[in-house]
């Protein structure tokens, strides 16, 4: 029944609930100033009505539940822009250290020290025999060798300085998914379905954006409250109470997982900006600054170094100085022990194909390897299909090929062809065969017999030909060895075969002196003549790998499937290799050629076929010892001592002294040229590029912009800059200008070639490097400028419906205080009525 007592009831109710409604609001406007809280208000509903005669009689008014004035997605959609904001501030800031390095200051711009360098080139031509001129080539090439140190120091401690705030982000993103993890507990733990904690929940967001700023996340509310908060990749970070890390450990970030027994798993995620956040921004340009990866600036600065040293020396290698060599020599360039790793491609694989990205080679990612049918047993064109995607990507790694030719199966000798003499040459070595068609059977006419008769005739012409008694020694050694074929080694059945001795040669194969009639006896062979290089067809179905800097580092995904085409699966390949799990690292103590010619840092750019360099000697009176020069040929050439035996021998050959009046050896991988007391040398020119390549009669040593330097040979005597050439008869003139005239004009050659296969002057490949620079730091400020306003706009959207407005919050506290005295004054009433009832009684 309705009465007094539901009047002071309904009061109360008021009372309490208005109270609640002006606490609320006062709470609202104490964190007007506190970020990322968002606005609250009380949800007001009438109480439940008591039902009467006449009708139902309302019991007031209740509060339900404090709810946050919160947009979802905007929230998100704010994070995510809160993450490509940082992204971009990481990359400005990064690139305003990288602009720095190749900022064009007059005085020290790449492009102006260029110019000065080669026109002190120009100077020395004019003046080949002043000091002062020579002096200043070097001084000049000093003065750029410092610029381009300075430059890669630069971008050293760039690298350092963004490696140092990804290690303190990575640390701050895992404190924040700690207390994310926290907070889902805390959340989930406490709240109801009417009761959320609103300041909880306000924690949290604030948090979820400050990890946006470091990656990209995606993040959504479970049934319990709490957030499940992954990285752009799906790698999750936050679940319920659990929580992951990331780690950034040899310039990889990593995401960790622990298990239950404490066992940490490490998995490699995202390289660069795709990451997000600061963390993606500095991912980003660290990538541009870190060493052995061609395409970044710091690898294109040394591709310009690289390009600059081998062009002025394989010029200046080509000349002489004022006087000849008097004193012993010694290569600038070392010939390293190189790893070499060899595997035989899978023929019953050979036709699969290794689609690109499939396989990495120290970290560098390999393209496709096409597959092709394998020719009698041997996956030869996928080998070099192999070989060249390996080489495209510049892993530090060369792959090569060992040359093989081999013939048609042999045609059975007729008797009426006993006793013919067959005479061919196998890179010059005479081989010479009788055929037996009468003493057998077996004899040659057996086709099995007859093959195996003519490799046995010509591995015995190659050994007795490089047997070191012979008067003279013949020079190169024949690395050559010739098998019957099988069927199944490359070559049909009772087919000769020729391949190269040693694992990765691919010296050409030359046949000649056969006769082309096919009725001739020598026809029945089933050989060609003809020069044969290591190509698509003509391969022993190998893969060598060679790598004179580091371990050779295979990663073929989780399994041995792709390793296993190329020969490499199973394990045991290496000391290391457990086999199945997609992984195989190959290092020096696998197996490793000494002083392999592969181990020079210019070897690609040997030409040992066909190539030779000369080498004039002279007397101490300065006449020649010799009417012309020696000349040595780098054929066969696989060891650095094997340049070694062919100088020497080359000149106990031409003079005809049991000894060398110029002996060649090594010492610490480096080739070593010592005079007699009667003798002087000098160079004469050189198609092989050895001495380029080894660092002789050169101007510069070093690969890269921080190794660049002057020879020190030079630095020593600058006498030996090579202004002039040694002329037809052997003379030296000290006004030549000859040499100094061909250097200068590599400043206009178009057709200077660059680590990863571009084509361009000197001066334009550092001008495009440069603008690239410059167009990659005004594209990121524009970004950050336009992304900038965007965020600002998305947070005033935001506070638009999230924050507190004093204006709104003062007009709602005095809307519940009028309330709450209306309650009170109706309190008040029903006190009166219940005090007239009273005395009334």
């Known amino acids: 029944m309705v009465g007094i007592s539901q009047i002071l009831n309904t009061a109360k109710e008021a009372l309490l609930a208005h109270q609640q409604a002006i606490s609320v609001a006062g709470h609202n406007i104490a964190n007007v100033d506190t970020p990322g809280y968002t606005r609250q208000t009380l949800t007001l509903t009438p109480a439940l009505p008591t039902p009467e005669g006449v009708g139902f009689f309302g019991n007031g008014v209740r509060g339900m539940e404090i709810n946050r004035h919160y947009d979802q997605f905007m929230v998100q959609r704010l994070a995510s822009q809160n993450s490509t904001l940082s992204n971009l501030e990481a990359q400005q800031q990064s690139m305003r250290l990288v602009e720095t390095s190749f900022n064009e200051v007059p005085g020290l711009a790449i492009n102006e020290l260029l110019s000065e360098f080669w026109a002190s080139w120009q100077a020395l031509a004019s003046y080949p025999e002043n000091q002062s001129s020579r002096d200043s080539t070097v001084q000049k090439a000093n003065i750029l060798i410092d610029q381009f140190r300075n430059m890669t120091t630069e971008l050293t401690q760039t690298r350092y300085d963004i490696d140092v705030s990804l290690s303190s982000a990575v ?113 980003e340009i660290y990538n541009q600054v870190k060493p052995g990866v061609a395409e970044n600036y710091l690898g294109r600065l040394d591709a310009l170094a690289n390009a600059l040293i081998r062009e002025v020396n394989q010029q200046h290698s080509q000349g002489v100085g004022l006087t000849s060599f008097t004193e012993q020599l010694t290569s600038a360039d070392r010939a390293a022990n190189t790893t070499l790793l060899t595997s035989t491609l899978d023929p019953a694989l050979a036709t699969e194909t290794i689609p ?38 510049i892993t530090g790694v ?64 190659i050994l007795d030909y490089n047997d070191p008694t012979n008067v003279p020694e013949n020079i190169p050694k024949i690395t050559i060895e010739a098998l019957v074929g099988d069927g199944a080694n490359g070559a049909a059945a009772n087919a000769i075969m020729l391949r190269n001795t040693n694992a990765g040669d691919e010296s050409r194969i030359i046949i000649t002196g056969l006769d082309t009639d096919p009725l001739s006896t020598e026809a029945k062979l089933g050989l060609t003549i003809g020069t044969y290089e290591a190509d698509a067809t003509h391969n022993t179905g190998e893969l060598s790998l060679f790598s004179h800097k580091s371990q050779i580092v295979m990663d073929g995904g989780t399994d041995d499937r792709y390793l296993e085409q190329l020969g490499l699966g199973g394990g045991n390949i290496s000391s290391t290799d457990e086999g199945g799990d997609g992984q195989l690292t190959f290092a020096a103590s696998d197996n490793q050629v000494l002083a392999s010619m592969m181990g020079y840092d210019y070897a690609n750019e040997l030409q040992t076929d066909g190539g030779s360099f000369k080498m004039w000697i002279y007397n101490n009176d300065d006449t020649l010892a010799l009417p012309q020069p020696v000349e040595i040929s780098l054929e066969r050439a696989y060891t650095l001592q094997d340049v070694a035996d062919a100088i020497n021998i080359s000149i106990i050959n031409a003079s005809g002294q049991s000894t060398p ?181």
């Open 171 to 283: 640390n701050d993103v895992n404190a924040l998914t700690r207390q994310l993890a926290r907070l889902n507990d805390q959340i989930a733990s406490s709240e109801t379905d009417l009761t959320k904690q609103n300041d909880l929940r306000d924690q949290r967001d604030i948090l979820v954006n400050d990890l946006s700023k470091y990656v990209e996340v995606n993040y959504f509310e479970t049934s319990t409250g709490a957030y499940t908060i992954l990285m752009a990749d799906g790698h999750t970070l936050v679940e319920n109470n659990e929580a992951w890390q990331i780690d950034w450990m040899e310039d990889k970030l990593q995401w960790v997982s622990t298990s239950a027994n404490g066992t940490q798993t490490k998995t490699a995620i995202a390289t660069g900006a795709e990451v997000g956040g600061n963390i993606g921004g500095w991912m």
């Open 356 to 393: 690109a990205g499939s396989l990495t080679i120290n970290e560098r990612v390999i393209g496709k390897i096409e597959g092709g049918t394998a020719s009698f047993g041997l996956a030869k064109t996928k080998a070099y299909n192999a070989a060249q995607a390996i080489n495209d990507a």
């Open 398 to 461: 060369q792959a090569r090929l060992t040359t093989q030719v081999a013939g048609d199966a042999v045609t059975a000798m007729a008797a009426g062809e006993d006793g013919t003499v067959i005479n061919f040459q196998i890179n010059g070595v005479d081989v010479n065969y009788t055929v037996d068609a009468t003493s057998g059977p077996p004899d040659d006419t057996d086709p099995a017999t007859l093959a195996a008769n003519v490799v046995s005739a010509i591995n015995q012409a």
């Open 661 to 841: 009046w110029v002996a060649a050896t090594i010492q610490d991988n480096r080739l070593v040229l010592t005079p007699d007391s009667n003798h002087q040398f000098a160079f004469g020119g050189d198609t092989s590029n050895f001495l380029a390549t080894a660092g002789l009669n050169t101007f510069f040593t070093g690969s890269s912009a921080d190794s660049i330097g002057v020879n020190g040979v030079i630095g020593d005597n600058l006498d030996n800059i090579t202004a002039g050439t040694v002329n037809a008869n052997g003379q030296i003139f000290r006004g030549d200008q000859s040499n100094a005239l061909l250097i200068t004009n590599i400043q206009r050659n178009e057709n200077v070639r660059f680590i990863g296969g571009s084509s361009d002057t000197l001066d334009g490949f550092y001008n495009t490097l440069v603008g690239d620079i410059g167009i990659k730091g005004r594209t990121v400020t524009r970004d950050y400028d336009y992304n900038t306003l965007i965020t600002d706009q998305m947070s005033a959207m935001k506070d638009a419906t999230s924050g507190v407005s004093l204006d709104e919050e003062m007009a709602d506290l005095i809307k519940f205080q009028q309330a709450y005295s209306a309650a009170a004054k109706l309190i008040t009433s029903s006190d009166e009525m219940m005090q007239s009832l009273l005395q009334a009684v």
